[in-house]
C-alpha cells in the first residue's frame, strides 16, 4: 500500500512499542529510521550493560519491523560515526532519501524534545509529532491534573488513577476496603531463606561491544559477560509473567528488605522493558489483576495492591512532575547542596558495607532496587550534601532503567529533596537505625551502629543529627519532622557538638570512609 508523501518515521531508543499505530499498515512511503548515535551514548556516564541492552533491543526491533513488511534504516555506531547531532543525522537521511515529510514520537525526555522542536521549526518539512501510545494518561491529561500551581501527592493521584481505570475498584470503592496495604508489607527478610533467583538471558554482547570500543565509549560498571537483561517484547512479557508466578506474593512484604545474600529479591526488574516501551504498563496491570482474579488464595492483596501503586501511582505520578516542572525542575537546590559526588560512588570502595553493596551490584547488574537507591545511595548523597546536579549524573548513567523524565522526579524530588519538598513531603534522611532495621549489613559493617560520635560510629548516625541541626530553620516547621527534632534535642550539648565534629571530617574527606 503506497501512502501520499515519501515520510521519514523517526523511533527513539526507548520508544520501542510494537503495538504503536504506527505500525498497524505497512506503507511503501514510510521509511522508519533507528539509529545508534555517539552524542546518545555518552551524554551521561551510561553503565555498559545499559548501552548493551539499548543497542541489542534497536536491532530486534528493526529486525521485527522489517519482517512485518515495513522500510527500516538501522544504523549503528559505525554508520552514523560521522554525524554530529540527532538533527544532523536525520537531515542527511531526508535529504538521502529524497523525503518530504518527517513524523516522531514526542521524547519524553526534555532535551530530544527541544531538539525535533527546533529542527522542525527551521525546516521546510511537513509532518510533526504524535503520541508513544505508551502511558496511561496522555499528555494533555497529565498536564491537565497537574495543570494548578499547587502541591501534588502521589496518594491522591493514586486514587485518582484506581477510579479513573476502575482498577482493583468494587463498586466505587478500593478492593479489600483500603486504597493502600503498606502496613502489611515491607518486612526485613528472615535470618534463613532461600533466595528466589532472578529470571536471566544470555545475550551475546561482543559485536556490540567491540562496536563501543570501536568508537571510544568505554562505559562504566562490568560488560564483559552476556547480557542478563530482556531485550524484546516476548522476553519482557516472559519476565513479567515468571514474576506474577513467583515473586509478586512476595513482592510487598519484601519491597523495602535490604540484603547482601541477593540482587533482586521478589522485585520484577521490569523498568528496562517499561522504559524502553516494549512492555506497556497497561498489559502488566492487567495481568497482574487477572492473577489475583484467576486464584486469590495464592496472590496476597497486599502485593498486588502494592505493586499496582508503583506503576500506575508512582511512575505515572512522577512523569507528571516531570513534564509539568521542567525546565526549571533541572536546575532546583533547594537544600543549596554544594558538595562533589564522592569518588567510592563509581568504585563501590568504601568501608560503609550497605553502600560498597549497592555499589558493587549496581555495576554488576545495572540495577539496584528502590530502597537502595532511596535509602542507601540517595540518603548518603543527601546527608553528604552532595550538588543534586552531581547526584541526578550519577543516577542517570548507572542504572539499566535511567532515562531523564523518570530519574529526575525520583533523584531530586524524592531523594535528594532538591525541589523544596514539591514532590515529597520530608527529606527522605535516615540514621544507620533505618539501614539496620531493613538488613543484615550492620554486622559485619567496620562501623557501629550503635555509635554516633566515636571514631568507629556509623557515618549515617553522624551525618543524619548533623544534617537535622545544619537545616533546622527550613525543616522544624515541618510537621513530619516534629520527632527528628524532638530526638535531636534529647541529645547532649557534649555529644552533639562531638557528632557535629564527627560529620564534618566525613563531609571533608568522605572517601576515607
Ligand atoms: P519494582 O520494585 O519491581 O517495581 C515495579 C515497577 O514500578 C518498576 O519497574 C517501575 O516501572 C515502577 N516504579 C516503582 N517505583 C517507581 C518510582 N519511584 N518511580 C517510577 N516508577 C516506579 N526508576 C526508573 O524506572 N528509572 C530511573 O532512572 C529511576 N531512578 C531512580 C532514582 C532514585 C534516586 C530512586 C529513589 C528511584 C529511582 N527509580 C527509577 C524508581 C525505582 O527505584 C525503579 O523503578 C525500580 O527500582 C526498578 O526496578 P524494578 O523494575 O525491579 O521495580
Ligand atoms: Fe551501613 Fe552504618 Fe550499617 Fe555500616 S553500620 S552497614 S555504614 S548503616
Redesign the pocket.
Known amino acids: 500500500m503506497t501512502a501520499s508523501l515519501p515520510t521519514l518515521r523517526l523511533i527513539l531508543g526507548d520508544q520501542l512499542n510494537a503495538n504503536h499505530s504506527w505500525f498497524t499498515i505497512v506503507d511503501d512511503s514510510v521509511v522508519y529510521l533507528l539509529a545508534e548515535l555517539h552524542e546518545e551514548a555518552s551524554y551521561a556516564p551510561h553503565h555498559i550493560q545499559k548501552l548493551q541492552a539499548f543497542f541489542l533491543a534497536m536491532q530486534q526491533f528493526s529486525a521485527k519491523l522489517r519482517k512485518a513488511g515495513h522500510t527500516v534504516i538501522h544504523l549503528t555506531l559505525d554508520d552514523t560515526a560521522e554525524c554530529s547531532s540527532l538533527a544532523a543525522l536525520i537531515e542527511q537521511v531526508m535529504n538521502e532519501h529524497q523525503l518530504v515529510r518527517f513524523e516522531y514520537q514526542c521524547p519524553d525526555e526534555y532535551r530530544l524534545r527541544s531538539q525535533l522542536e527546533t529542527l522542525c521549526k527551521t525546516h521546510w518539512w511537513q509532518g510533526g509529532s504524535v503520541s508513544t501510545e505508551h502511558f496511561l494518561l496522555s499528555e494533555e491529561e497529565v498536564l491537565s491534573y497537574f495543570a494548578q500551581d499547587k502541591q501534588y501527592r502521589m496518594e491522591h493521584f493514586y486514587r485518582f488513577m484506581r477510579k479513573k481505570f476502575e482498577v482493583l475498584m468494587d463498586n466505587g470503592k478500593p478492593v479489600g476496603g483500603r486504597w493502600n496495604f503498606d502496613q502489611e508489607n515491607r518486612k526485613r527478610l528472615p535470618k534463613k531463606w532461600t533466595p528466589p533467583g532472578a529470571l536471566l538471558y544470555a545475550h551475546d554482547v561482543t559485536e556490540v561491544n567491540e562496536r563501543l570500543k570501536r568508537h571510544g565509549i568505554a562505559g562504566w560498571g562490568e560488560g564483559s559477560k552476556p547480557l542478563t537483561w530482556p531485550i524484546t517484547v516476548e522476553e519482557s512479557e516472559q519476565l513479567a509473567r515468571d ?1 506474577i508466578a513467583r515473586l509478586l506474593p512476595q ?1 510487598g512484604r519484601y ?1 523495602d528488605a535490604l540484603t547482601d545474600r541477593d540482587w ?1 529479591l ?10 524502553s516501551k516494549l512492555l506497556s ?1 497497561k498489559w ?1 496491570i492487567d495481568q497482574v489483576v487477572k492473577a489475583y482474579v484467576d486464584a486469590p488464595d495464592q496472590q496476597s492483596l497486599a502485593s498486588i495492591e502494592g ?1 499496582v501503586r ?2 500506575m501511582g ?2 505515572e ?3 507528571g512532575i516531570y513534564l509539568s516542572r521542567m525546565p526549571d525542575y533541572a536546575t532546583s537546590n533547594g537544600l543549596d547542596n554544594k558538595a562533589p559526588l564522592p569518588n567510592f560512588y563509581w568504585t563501590g570502595d568504601t568501608n560503609m558495607r550497605c553502600v560498597a553493596h549497592a555499589i558493587q551490584q549496581t555495576k554488576e547488574h545495572a ?8 535509602m542507601v ?2 540518603n548518603l548523597a543527601l546527608l553528604l550534601g552532595v550538588h543534586p546536579d552531581e ?1 541526578d549524573r550519577w ?2 548513567g548507572v ?1 539499566i ?4 523524565w ?6 531530586r524530588g ?3 529533596y532538591a525541589d523544596g519538598g514539591f514532590l515529597a513531603s520530608k527529606p ?1 534522611v535516615s540514621s544507620g537505625k533505618y539501614i539496620q532495621r531493613m538488613s543484615d549489613y550492620c554486622q559485619g559493617c567496620t562501623y557501629d551502629v550503635d555509635q554516633r560520635h566515636t571514631d568507629n560510629a556509623c557515618p549515617f548516625n553522624s551525618l543524619y543529627w548533623s544534617f537535622l541541626h545544619q537545616h533546622r530553620d527550613q525543616l522544624e516547621s515541618n510537621q513530619r519532622m516534629r520527632m527528628m527534632y524532638a530526638n535531636l534535642d534529647r541529645i547532649p550539648a557534649l555529644e552533639l557538638d562531638n557528632t557535629l565534629a564527627r560529620a564534618n571530617a566525613i563531609r571533608q574527606a568522605p572517601d576515607e570512609f
Open positions: 514474576f513482592f519491597q533482586a521478589y522485585h520484577a526488574r521490569l523498568s528496562f522493558s517499561l522504559n504498563p502488566v505493586f508503583q506503576i508512582w511512575r505520578y512522577v512523569r540495577y539496584a532496587h528502590h530502597i537502595q537507591r532511596l545511595t540517595g547526584v543516577y542517570l542504572y532503567d535511567a532515562i531523564e523518570v530519574e529526575m522526579p525520583n533523584t524524592m531523594s535528594q527522605y
